[in-house]
């Protein structure tokens, strides 16, 4: 077999595999960094035998064959150093069994996503961790996409690895009274992925596009693991549904274009009916959640391209189920501009001023809600100043522009 | 896998005389442990007034009275107990009744060199 044949097989099984290898592996090792080394040297072999001796039979066994004997070894090695609880035999069976088997070994990947969300793991490790483990994210392009330096990120990665192993946090799915909240660190720290994703629209944003497609990929994997979780349905249809507007968010001449102002006809309608596809199904469990009811919101935006209206009465409904469910500042500002745009503008508005004051000082969403709101109680010189404050807090250049715009119209 | 549970209080909670319901709390606790078959070891420790530091420098040792820093909080007590995983010992943690007043700062014990001496004896 020529060599570009066969390294044409091991790049579509690092592809394709890599991560359920890894899952296997270091699920039984309790070693994420130790597993990953392997698997980096199982490749390294592949790349140098295939070639003459032909791709195996079974290659993603091989490739686990190979990787635990790096992995036993290493554990030997670190038994002598120090009492370790690891027992390499044990691995070394199971290994065996899975590599003779003939079904495809099993997806283990869900464990992998809990131990990268586990509470005991730095909050801004999770996210980053999960692209680098579970899709093979190299760190530079992580931290590309966080804005962190890549030997920060680096750091920040092996500290969470390493304490994976030395704190031996469990490779473990968990039952039914922690799952739910254990899962919502899952679902955060996707949806983390897909936010630092999204709030850039300007010209810096090719990095972040495709973390936020990294990110509903992610979302996939996950759904496929528990199809029966609504939650995790959810999520995955509110972040398709903001993915359909992806294009129509800015205009033919690159101008940031606010959602009740834009063209739905340039909405990706096979995205929209994906997301509305996986939120019925979730809707189908009646176990309602944060993330299935930021998807209903945005389900009802999306429905303006059938009606050509938006129905602000129920999004604010929906809005109100979701401040009770999860009381933070965005779900908060949230139904202040539904109950707003529903027609309650007074209501709206005391909603607003009702947020405690050092939370929305440097929110940039909430000023230019603020701003918005003063202009349609035409009270235009507060509107002005509260457009130039969110001018002044808004990341992405397109937004900004929009926002100074707006305030020069106050004038 | 060992982990050490260790607990902090404030100056004023050693100097209060004990009480009756923590005592109870705190005995309940190691009594869970010790049914799990979890406890290894364990103590309650006395007031910073009672800790003495020692180091030594250039080989000459050198007694300090009272603890090494000066915090808001000391060290207040230790529970080593002996677990499959991280999991298990938070679950232990957050049953530990200093949880609900102060914090319990989790630690994996780590391959010990005591370890073998204690084997052979």
């Not at chain 1, 064959?65 to 044990?90: F, G, M, W």
């Not at chain 2, 442990?33 to 103590?43: C, E, N, Q, S, T």
Request: proline fraction near 6%.
């Amino acid at each position: 077999m020529s060599e570009a044949a066969a390294s044409g097989v091991i790049a579509a099984i690092a592809r394709d595999s890599r991560s359920r290898l890894l899952a296997f592996l270091a699920a039984r090792s309790g070693d994420l960094a130790g597993a990953e080394d392997a698997f980096a040297e199982a490749f390294v072999s592949a790349l140098q035998r295939w070639p003459a001796d032909g791709v195996p039979d079974k290659p993603e066994a091989w490739l686990l064959q190979v990787a635990r004997h790096r992995v036993i070894d290493a554990a030997r090695r670190e038994q002598v150093r120090k009492n370790s609880p690891l027992l390499p035999e044990t691995i070394a069976d199971e290994a065996q069994t899975v590599a003779a088997a003939s079904d495809p070994f099993p997806d283990e990947r869900l464990k992998l996503l809990f131990v990268c969300a586990h509470p005991a793991i730095d909050a801004a490790a999770r996210t980053p961790l999960m692209l680098q483990v579970v899709l093979g994210l190299d760190a530079a392009r992580i931290a590309a996409a966080f804005l962190v330096a890549p030997a920060a990120m680096g750091q920040r990665l092996v500290r969470a690895k390493n304490k994976i192993r030395e704190a031996a946090i469990p490779f473990r799915v968990p039952e039914p009274p922690e799952w739910s909240e254990r899962l919502s660190f899952v679902l955060d720290a996707i949806y983390a992925a897909y936010t630092t994703g999204w709030e850039s629209a300007g010209d810096t944003a090719a990095t972040h596009h495709a973390l936020a497609a990294e990110a509903i990929s992610l979302g996939q994997t996950l759904v496929r693991l528990v199809p029966d979780d609504p939650e995790a349905r959810g999520l995955l249809a509110l972040m398709l549904h903001c993915e359909a507007r992806r294009d129509a968010r800015t205009s033919a001449t690159g101008e940031f274009v606010p959602l009740d102002q834009q063209d739905p006809r340039r909405w990706s309608r096979p995205l929209i009916d994906e997301a509305e596809n996986h939120l019925r199904l979730a809707a189908a469990r009646h176990q309602l959640g944060r993330y299935q009811l930021e998807a209903a919101i945005q389900s009802l935006h999306a429905n303006r391209a059938l009606t050509g209206e938006i129905d602000w009465p129920a999004i604010a409904q929906l809005y109100e189920g979701l401040v009770r469910l999860s009381p933070g500042i965005g779900s908060r500002l949230g139904r202040a501009v539904a109950l707003a745009e529903a027609g309650e503008l007074a209501a709206g508005w005391a909603a607003l001023e009702a947020l405690p004051a050092e939370a929305i000082a440097s929110y940039q969403p909430a000023w230019a809600a603020r701003a918005h709101l003063l202009r349609r109680l035409g009270r235009t010189a507060e509107a002005c100043e509260a457009y130039l404050r969110a001018a002044d807090l808004a990341g992405d250049a397109g937004l900004r522009k929009y926002l100074l715009e707006q305030a020069a119209a106050m004038k | 896998m060992k982990y050490i549970l260790l607990t902090r209080a404030t100056q004023e909670t050693f100097s209060q005389p004990p009480d009756p319901a923590a005592v109870a709390a705190g005995r309940a606790y190691g009594q869970a442990l010790f049914a799990a078959g979890v406890f290894v070891a364990g103590a309650g420790l006395g007031s910073p007034d009672s800790t003495s530091t020692v180091s030594v420098r250039d080989g000459k040792r050198q007694v300090h009275d009272g603890p090494y820093a000066e915090t808001k909080e000391f060290l207040a007590g230790f529970v080593v107990i002996d677990v499959p995983d991280l999991d298990a010992a938070l679950d232990w943690a957050a049953k530990n009744p200093n949880a609900s007043t102060s914090v319990v700062e989790v630690r994996p014990l780590m391959g010990s060199h005591f370890a073998g001496e204690t084997r052979k004896g």
